[in-house]
């Protein structure tokens, strides 16, 4: 039985008005899983994917978007790529790629040499935005705050955690260009931000988990933003890929195959394109290629 308070697929936005400090809390439940549904991971991969796709939602709630948010991790680990998108209508999509079997540990030891990115893209030829950093430290959550001291120069903590139910997150960050009167505020949350644990935040709703930390502390807490899986996938998507091919590209694909056959790998969804919706490509014509086989 849930507790009354609990709400799913959720991100609450709360503020420490006199200390000058903004926080969040999420936790993705049904949409969470929806992503599990579509691959089997490794328990290590699954959970740092969680927590990368806890972090874009607490990431899109950060920062003012009208398009795609895409948080990413290139690597030449184990872990290879890690990809978790969120629109700016709160749908959100997630993949990871690997070798092998990873085994929990560190993220420097998953991923090794790589990269974390950022990237708003904001539709409608605008140039996206995007911000990189090198990966560090042995979480995402310190690569996260690695990210914004480099890139944004706002403090900030993180803390993110996910399991085979549930993928969570709490973000706290000081607002910029503000003084604060309680000038050790920042401080006595973070101190109170760490003793949170990982089944905690996974288990807690938001309104609990801020009682049980900031108890003695004056927080406003909104209403909140929730969450939902959608795959942007597309045919439409899938001929435009396949129109950048070359004719005899699609023709060799044809002649070995019989027909050409697209998964999301994202969603695991499958685009087949014939010989006649291939002719369709290469004519130019505008009109979408057929949804049957002929």
């Known amino acids: ?67 795609l948010l895409t948080l990413q991790i290139q690597a030449r680990g184990p872990l290879r790529l890690v990809v978790a998108q969120i629109t700016s209508e ?14 929990a540990g560190p993220l420097r030891d998953l991923c090794g040499d790589g990269a974390l990115s950022l990237t708003i893209d904001l539709g409608q030829g605008r140039k996206p935005y995007q911000g990189v950093v090198g990966l560090q430290g042995d979480t995402l959550a310190q690569a996260l705050e690695q990210y914004f001291d480099q890139s944004e120069q706002l403090p900030t903590q993180i803390q993110l955690a996910a399991d085979d139910r549930a993928a969570a997150g709490l973000l706290l960050q000081r607002l910029p260009d503000t003084v604060a009167a309680d000038a050790d505020g920042w401080n006595r949350l973070e101190t109170l931000a760490a003793t949170l644990q990982s089944a905690e935040l996974l288990a807690l ?41 070359s004719e005899d590209e699609l023709r060799q694909i044809l ?3 019989g027909l050409i056959q697209v998964d999301c790998e994202f969603c695991g969804h499958r685009y087949p394109f014939d010989a006649i919706d291939v002719a369709s490509l290469q004519s130019g014509f505008r009109s979408d290629p057929s949804t049957t086989c002929h």
């Open 1 to 67: 039985m849930k507790a009354k308070d609990e709400i799913s697929d959720a991100l609450h936005r709360f503020l420490f008005e006199p200390l000058a400090v903004r926080g969040e809390i999420v936790r993705l439940d049904a949409a969470w899983r929806t992503v599990l549904e579509r691959r089997a991971y490794p328990l290590a991969v699954r959970d740092i994917l969680g927590q990368a796709t806890a972090a874009a939602a607490l990431l899109s709630a950060t920062i003012k978007f009208d398009g």
């Open 90 to 103: 709160r749908k959100l999509r997630a993949l990871a790629r690997w070798d092998g079997e990873p085994q």
């Open 205 to 245: 709703p938001a309104p609990v988990l801020l009682r049980r930390l900031f108890h003695e502390e004056d927080v406003r807490l909104f209403d909140p933003d929730f969450f939902g899986y959608r795959c942007t996938c597309s045919r439409e998507r899938t001929a435009a890929m396949l129109h950048a091919m």
């Open 255 to 257: 002649r070995e195959q």
